[in-house]
């Protein structure tokens, strides 16, 4: 089961690696670029051939039509849907919060500068539909981008085998407010929004989580379109005292390691009878678990109990850590909130589990991996809009400018810079 380190042993495991593509991640990046080029180059009977080889049949239909839309709301459970409409309610409110409004400089009557917020146009959401299906994935991809005021959102999702996308995933695209959806994924999916084909239009960024190959296909496109970020597999960290429930602790362990064989888990903790205590609860839990075998290959392979020497020694780990979700199950747990530097979202208290965020509370769960949370952010609404700053000077505010800029421009020897200042001053004067 899940393997101990001391803080030093953990430190040269998964804190000093130095990061350097391994041979499958290059063998991924090259399928990835065949793929691409072949769409970019011929279209639609590329796609389809890169369709039929990794998702078993090609549709006769990219996209769902109405009337399949229609059909997902009769096929899933009224439960499911009230669940996921209030989960959708929570999202919704938690991110209208975060709509920045443009802003206006007034310094003078000769001087006015601002920022203007615009929302992308077209916007490409990928929702995985390989090993499962994600509805929350579809509401916390979509809520945001329809919030910013993205004309167009349209979701990609494989349809495999002949079997249709899952109606739920259909249903929770109607709550989100997608536009179109397309019976397409992985790498060819990607290739589809990226470039266009003679049925598919492109669109100007995508988002959304996928496996090892979509990530693969997006670090490709990325510059051609936009993206939100590489996602790698998800993890959590958890700092704990002798006082939390070593119960919760190996659940939200577990919740986190069901997820993917490479999925991380950590615990922090200055308590030897905590982890004893979890290690036991982890074993006892994963043995009724469906998704057992996954869950332990993960806890074994990328899973560590921490003992460390104290709570701040935790802290210090984790904030080099810089994990996707940090849960703080200590007494008095907000107290400890300002000790957070690098982590995609925080957790705190005993009855805060991270699935609640996954699912419902409000908060994204799109968030940076792998250490990404030093330098990025959780999928927001941000994402979906541009920012265009703008000035306008009147004539004697430029007058009063002009020395400086001349005197720059020359220090940079572009006397052309400074010429387009001058001759504005020399044809007042
Ligand atoms: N971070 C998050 O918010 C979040 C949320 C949900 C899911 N996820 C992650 O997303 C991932 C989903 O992966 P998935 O595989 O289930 O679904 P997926 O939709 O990402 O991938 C399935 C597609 O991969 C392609 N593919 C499979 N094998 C291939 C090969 N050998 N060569 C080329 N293409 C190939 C196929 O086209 C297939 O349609 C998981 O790792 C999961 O943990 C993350
Ligand atoms: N924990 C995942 C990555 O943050 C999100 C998710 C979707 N469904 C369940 N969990
Ligand atoms: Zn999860």
Redesign the pocket.
């Known amino acids: 089961m899940i393997p101990f380190y001391t803080p030093e042993r953990f430190t040269s495991a998964f804190l000093n690696r130095k990061k350097k593509n391994s041979q499958r991640e290059q063998e ?1 990046l090259v ?2 670029k065949r ?1 691409l080029d072949d769409i970019r180059e011929n279209g639609d009977e590329a796609l389809k051939k ?2 039929q080889q ?2 078993g049949t090609v549709p006769s239909n990219w996209e769902v039509t109405k009337e399949e839309r229609k059909q997902a709301w009769d096929d899933v459970d009224p439960k499911t849907i009230a669940a996921l409409q209030k989960a959708a309610d929570n999202i919704r409110q938690f991110h209208q919060k975060q709509l920045p409004t443009s802003r206006t400089m007034e310094l003078s009557d000769q001087i006015q500068s601002g920022q203007l917020y615009r929302p992308i146009e077209r916007v490409g959401i ?7 299906s ?1 509805p ?2 579809v509401l ?1 991809n979509a809520i945001p981008a329809v919030l910013a005021g993205v004309q167009d959102v349209i979701m990609v ?2 349809a ?1 085998n002949g079997q249709p996308i899952k109606s739920v995933l259909l249903v929770a695209a109607d709550i989100a407010g997608v536009q179109t959806i397309y019976k397409l ?5 990607i290739a589809a929004l990226a470039y266009g084909t003679e049925t598919i239009e492109p669109v100007d960024k995508i988002v959304g ?6 990530a693969a296909a997006k670090s490709l496109v990325f510059g051609e379109v936009g993206i939100d970020m590489i ?1 790698g ?2 993890e959590v960290a958890i700092i704990a005292d002798e006082t939390a429930d070593p119960i919760f602790v190996a659940a939200d362990l577990i919740a986190q390691a069901e ?2 064989k ?2 991380r888990a950590f615990l922090f903790t200055n308590s030897p009878f905590l982890a004893e205590a979890t290690k036991a609860e982890l074993a006892k839990q994963c043995a009724t678990l469906p998704r057992e075998s996954i869950a332990t290959a993960a806890l074994e392979q990328h899973g560590a109990t921490v003992q460390v020497n104290s709570i701040d020694q935790a802290f210090e780990l984790v904030n080099k850590l810089a994990p ?1 979700h940090l849960e703080i199950q200590l007494q008095d747990p907000m107290t400890y909130l300002g000790k957070v530097r690098n982590a995609g979202s925080v957790f705190l208290g005993s009855y805060t589990p991270e699935a609640l965020g996954d699912y419902y509370a409000g908060p994204n ?3 940076p ?1 792998s250490g990404t949370a030093k330098f990025s952010s959780g999928l927001s609404v941000d994402d979906f809009l541009t920012k265009t700053t703008y000035l306008y000077y009147g004539k004697s505010a430029l007058v009063e400018a002009a020395p400086h800029v001349t005197r720059i421009a020359e220090e940079e020897e572009l006397s052309g810079h400074a010429r387009a200042v001058q001759k504005r001053i020399d044809k007042r004067e």
């Open positions: 991924v399928t990835a793929i890169y369709v990794f998702d990928y929702v995985p539909g390989g090993t499962a994600y929350s994935t916390m999702s494989p495999r994924g992985g790498v060819q999916a989580p996928g496996n090892a190959y979509v996602a597999p998800s997820h993917d490479n999925a996707e769960h799109v968030l991996t």
